[in-house]
């Protein structure tokens, strides 16, 4: 309930004491009696009139006080003291805003409380998700143990390590939680009701004071309606003593009434209502207090554990940051041994392994091969790795050569062609990589597999042929240089030493023609100059060759004199 007073009134508690109510009570009181001894004079009710006018005037004067000059008169009051205050919003109209911010604050402290508990439940539910993933998570790491090889792993240290960190999480959460629970949530309220009361009380006892203060303004109000009539009655019949009497009896009762509601209003104005807000106020104090506390508390737990929390994965930071993956695959190497002392079939290179006879290889009885039997004077030349180039192979040196680098030409080229596509696809890869395009690094992923398959299966290609052409090319440089040879040695003999050989020539060709196997055609081609390319079947073995010299020569291989040969031209 709020009241609402006269402007006279609001003058008088807003000024605390109205400066005219001296002159207020002079003016208005009544004239001189008139005693036995002095009768009255007729001059009186003249002055009567002139009193009146006075107290009209001071009224008309109280009324013209504009709200201009009491809002000035409120603030000097209100700064007078240096500091603001809630003493200092005593006026009837700020009574409104008094009671919003009380009920503001007490729910500020009810949606704290509130908060603050579903808070709590919240980190309870998020810490006993976190017990349940590090639960599970222990049995899958539990099965990975057995199945990885019993050496120290970084990899697996680090991970260990973050689901350690992770129960110690939950933990942390758990204290949290109860924290905001059972110290922040629930004694926030208990803590702030009493003060909740102590308020309402507040604004009902200004109520109270109020209603009080506003009868004695009512009674005095009607004391000077009482006072004022008899004044008119007594100036309707001067002479008459019942009219005076009357007139100073309500003079008295008025004056009596004004002096208590004075009273009444200077002690509500100026000491129990500053108290009451001095209460308010100390309310709003303890409640920031409670509510501070409450939260500082929480923000304190919170921090103490974050800090740990931040410590705790700064180590394991650091343990990711020396994560070495070549010092784990070190200690998986060495967990495996001892290793294999020779190489797996499929990784060493093969042998040059030519065939042996049957008692030789096998120990097979001779008796049971079929065939004439074989003894070393029949078996066939040994060979060694490494071509052998004969009239009776049909292996051609140069043409082989050449087709060979040919396509180790082609091969070279697609293998930069390759490396280049995937250059310039791993850099694609990158890029949508750094721009989160996962689904197309996807995409080219399987595109750069399937391009390092068909490089690295060009790469194996290409050392194939580069091995048979290093072949072709050892037996091409020795056709050469016999060839060669062959054509500086013709070039020296004379006219008559051809004629002389050409004859002998002759006579070999017709007796080493049905020995040999070849057709007289192909034999008729064959001279000494064309035999350079048929090179000897094993560099320890003396070559034989269709040759036409005039001096001693020396064999190539042990640099002994050609001497005693069955048939000249043959070394």
């Known amino acids: 309930m709020y009241v609402i007073f006269p402007a006279e009134d609001l003058v008088e508690l807003t000024l605390c004491r109205p400066p005219s109510a001296s002159n207020h009570q002079s003016s208005q009181g009544p004239p001189p009696c008139p005693t036995p001894a002095s009768p009255p004079s007729p001059s009186r009710p003249p002055k009567v009139t002139s009193k009146s006018k006075k107290d009209k005037d001071q009224n008309q004067r109280k009324k013209k006080l504009s709200k201009q000059e009491q809002q000035e008169r409120n603030v000097k009051m209100a700064t007078a003291t240096g500091e603001g205050s809630l003493r200092e919003l005593s006026h009837p109209s700020l009574n409104d805003q008094l009671k919003n911010h009380n009920a503001v604050t007490f729910k500020l402290v009810r949606t704290v409380s509130d908060f603050t508990q579903e808070l709590s439940q919240m980190y309870e539910q998020h810490a006993e998700e976190l ?13 990975l143990r057995k199945e990885r090889p019993a050496c120290p792993s970084s990899l697996f240290h680090t991970w260990e390590t973050l689901l350690q960190e992770v129960e110690v999480d939950s933990q942390a959460h758990s204290d949290i939680a109860s924290v905001f629970g059972r110290q922040v949530s629930r004694p926030l309220l208990e803590r702030s009701f009493h003060r909740k009361v102590q308020s309402r009380k507040v604004f009902a006892h200004r109520e109270s004071f109020e209603l009080v203060v506003n009868k004695a303004e009512e009674k005095l109000a009607k004391a ?22 009357a007139y100073l009896d309500a003079h008295n009762n008025y004056v009596t009434q004004l002096h208590a509601t004075n009273g009444m209003v200077e002690t509500y104005s100026h000491e129990t209502l500053p108290l009451l807000l001095q209460e308010l106020e100390e309310v709003y104090s303890d409640l920031c207090t409670t509510l501070t506390d409450s939260v500082l508390q929480g923000a304190e737990v919170i921090s103490t554990r974050a800090t740990e929390q931040a410590r705790r994965y700064e180590v394991l930071s650091s343990q990711c940051r020396g994560v070495t993956p070549s010092s784990d695959l070190v200690h998986f190497v060495r967990s495996l041994s001892p290793l294999p002392v020779q190489p797996h079939p499929s990784h060493r290179l093969r042998l040059f392994t030519p065939p042996q006879p049957p008692h030789q290889d096998n120990q097979v009885d001779p008796s049971m091969v079929d065939g004439p039997p074989i003894n070393d004077v029949n078996a066939p030349p040994p060979l060694k790795n490494e071509l052998v180039v004969d009239r009776l192979a049909s292996v051609q040196v140069r043409s082989r050569y050449e087709t060979l680098r040919v396509e180790a030409a082609e091969l070279e080229t697609q293998i930069k062609q390759l490396q280049d596509a995937l250059d310039t696809m791993a850099r694609i890869q990158q890029r949508s990589l750094e721009s989160q395009l996962y689904n197309k690094v996807n995409e080219l992923q399987e595109d750069i597999s399937i391009k390092k398959f068909d490089l690295r299966t060009a790469q194996i290609h290409l050392a194939a042929v580069r091995a048979q052409k290093d072949l072709f090319a050892s037996k091409l440089d020795s056709a050469e240089g016999a060839s060669g040879r062959d054509r500086k040695m013709s070039s020296s003999s004379t006219g008559s030493m051809k004629s002389k050989w050409l004859k002998a020539f002759k006579s070999l060709k017709t007796t080493s023609g049905p020995s040999n196997g070849t057709s007289p055609k192909e034999g008729e081609k064959k001279n000494g100059r064309d035999s350079g390319l048929n090179l000897g079947v094993e560099s320890t073995v003396h070559q034989f060759q269709e040759y036409t010299y005039k001096k001693i020569t020396p064999c190539d291989v042990c640099s002994q004199v050609l001497r005693g040969h069955t048939r000249q031209g043959l070394k």
Do not use: I
């Open 131 to 143: 017990a349940l993933l590090v639960a599970n998570f222990r049995k899958k790491n539990a099965e």
């Open 224 to 245: 000077r309606q009482d006072y004022k009539a008899s004044y008119l009655g007594h100036m309707a019949s001067p002479s008459n003593t019942a009219t005076l009497a």
